[in-house]
């Protein structure tokens, strides 16, 4: 049985389940991390020393901690098929390439420096101008986005990857966070597509109201 550590409104952990959830994996989720606590007991601390969620274990083996760690055991573990996740080593990278940018740019540019003031600090606490300031380093990632999605219809190519799970799931925040976005109709297109597949909608279109002014 493959069991989650990490609440249902954490963004790195909804990457994970939604990728569960188009793999039809068997699993059992536990709410780990900040309300719900116990992610700095001995026992968890022993799996992630970093205190962070998600984590999975999956079975006997040793526990699974790091979103793309997590992600690329599981595409390779429970399989899905040679387009989302192909074995060969060159064809594999063009899809890691894009799934490693829209972690490393696109979800850096976004999470801490926009979602976080814009959701997560009370509205009296919140630097609107360290916002506005950060939004144009997110928007010229999204710019390469709306090329490649004008180009076609995936973001490593025509094929749902492994890459659309770790850059979708910043979208459902992205498009419903109070800032202005700019016109990009393949991204828009795109988002649609996304929101029309059962395991976006169940795992990635969560709410984050319990978030709100947390901080």
């Known amino acids: 049985m493959l069991t ?7 963004n790195n952990v909804q990457a ?11 699993h059992e989720r536990r709410d780990i991390g900040q309300r719900f606590g116990g992610n700095r ?9 970093m205190g962070l969620v998600p984590v999975i274990k999956d079975g006997e083996d040793a526990p699974i901690a790091e979103t793309g760690a997590i992600l690329r055991y599981l595409a390779s573990r429970f399989g899905f098929d040679e387009t ?25 540019a976004f999470q801490a420096p926009i979602f976080y003031p814009m959701v997560m600090v009370k509205p009296e606490n919140r630097d609107a101008a360290a ?14 986005a709306e090329a490649l999605l004008s180009a076609h219809s995936h973001l490593a190519g025509e094929a749902f990857t492994l890459a659309d799970i770790v850059f979708g799931s910043l979208l459902y925040r992205y498009f419903t966070v109070e800032i202005a976005r700019a016109d990009r109709p393949a991204l828009q297109r ?3 597509t996304l ?14 109201e319990a978030l709100r002014g947390i901080a």
């Open 131 to 144: 916002v506005e300031k950060a939004l144009p380093r997110l928007n010229a990632r999204l710019d390469i």
């Open 195 to 208: 929101c029309a597949r059962p395991a976006y909608r169940e795992h990635v279109m969560v709410s984050y």
């Open 190 to 192: 795109y988002y649609e």
């Open 4 to 10: 989650i550590f990490g609440r249902a409104d954490s």
């Open 16 to 26: 994970v389940m939604w990728l569960v959830g188009e793999l039809g994996i068997t």
């Open 41 to 49: 007991t001995p026992e968890f601390l022993a799996m992630n020393p």
């Open 84 to 108: 989302f996740w192909p074995s060969a080593p060159a064809a594999r990278a063009q899809v890691d390439r894009w799934a490693e940018w829209a972690k490393v740019e696109v979800a850096a």
